[in-house]
Structure formats: C-alpha cells, structure tokens
C-alpha cells in the first residue's frame, strides 16, 4: 500500500522558520489532511489540518499564529509552513486523513529539531 512521503525536515534554531511538505499516496487526495507530530515519549498529536475543498484550516492552540497549512492546486502534495519555532516544536511530522476512518498507510515522517 502506497504511503505519505513527508519531506523538508531539518535542524533549526529556536525563532527560526521552516517548511516541510508532504506528498498524498497514489495521486490525488479528496480529503481533509492533517499534519500530526510525534515527540519522542509523547503520544501523535494533531496539530493542523486543510479541509477537502481546501477552503477551512484548524490549528492546535500551541501553533496557531506560527504554523500555516497549504495544498497544491493538484491535491497531491501539502505544506506545513512553520515560523517562530521553538524547542517544543522538535518532534518527527507526519500526513495523513483528518479523519481516522480515511488513514492510509502512515510515512516515515520528518524530523524536525528545534535547538534553543
């Protein structure tokens, strides 16, 4: 089964911006899509997501005003724009379905690291 391939991660200081992306398995995907990360000892959390018509955005209360989600117009890859990071910020980032009963096969996920 085709998976999400995240990319763009990287080492970053605490204040700095950064911007990964994530490509949708298998083509184009008519859902709403989230962006979720993992920290190490911590469980998944869902920290944006993009409605289906790509017209709604949601926002965790910890990165909302910093993070920005963004689809292409081909609904095949998505973008997580991430400014004013901070070291609670580190953790791998992950795509998939907003919605748990549409998840596809989970990617290996960036990493992204924060250094204060």
């Known amino acids: 089964q085709e998976q999400w391939v995240e990319s763009g991660g990287g080492l970053v200081q605490a204040g700095g911006s950064l911007s990964i992306s994530c490509a949708a398995p298998g083509g184009p995907f008519n859902y709403a899509v989230s962006w979720f990360r993992q920290a190490p000892g911590k469980e998944r959390e869902e920290v944006a997501s993009i409605g289906a018509a790509g017209a709604s955005e949601w926002y965790t209360g910890s990165v909302k005003g910093r993070f920005t989600i963004l689809r292409d117009v081909t609904k095949t890859t998505f973008y997580l724009l991430m400014n004013a990071l901070n070291p609670e910020d580190t953790a791998t980032y992950y795509c998939?379905?907003?919605?748990?009963?549409?998840?596809?096969?989970w990617g290996q996920g960036t990493q992204v690291t924060v250094s204060a």
């Open positions: 998939n379905a907003e919605e748990t009963r549409r998840w596809t096969s």
